[in-house]
């Protein structure tokens, strides 16, 4: 079993900056593609970023692309979201997944997630 705890949520203002953090425990995810993916109220869990096990492959969805960064730090077993520039619309609670497989953006794909983090960015 992962287990999964995301933290770096908060409120901040459009066109500032957070960097979440995923923390993994109960085994280690060095072998695991990570995903973040947000859901807005009354909105549909949407992909955010991917990262492949050794950090070389990363996918970005378009509505973030060039203002957020996913990274991991395999001996700290943890995954970031850098996320700058941010915007009203990237309000949304923000999880982490993992899956023993190669990095999708499909969250069906994803078998362990965890609790969410909340972003609320002001105009």
């Known amino acids: 079993q992962v287990q999964l705890v995301e933290s770096g949520g908060g409120l901040v203002q459009a066109g500032g900056s957070l960097r979440l953090s995923c923390a993994a425990s109960?085994?280690?995810?060095?072998?695991?593609?990570m995903g973040w993916f947000r859901q807005a109220p009354g909105k549909e869990t949407e992909f955010v970023a991917t990262?492949?096990?050794?950090?070389?492959?990363?996918y970005n969805a378009d509505s973030v692309k060039g203002r957020f960064t996913i990274s991991r730090d395999n001996a700290k077993n943890t995954v970031y979201l850098q996320m700058n520039s941010l915007k009203p619309e990237d309000t949304a609670v923000y999880y982490c997944?993992?899956?023993?497989?190669?990095?999708?953006?499909?969250?069906?794909?994803?078998?362990?997630w965890g609790q969410g983090t909340q972003v609320t960015v002001s105009s």
């Open positions: 109960g085994r280690t995810v060095r072998n695991y593609a």
């Open positions: 997944a993992a899956r023993p497989d190669h990095p999708t953006v499909w969250a069906s794909d994803y078998d362990y």
């Open positions: 990262i492949g096990w050794s950090g070389g492959s990363t």
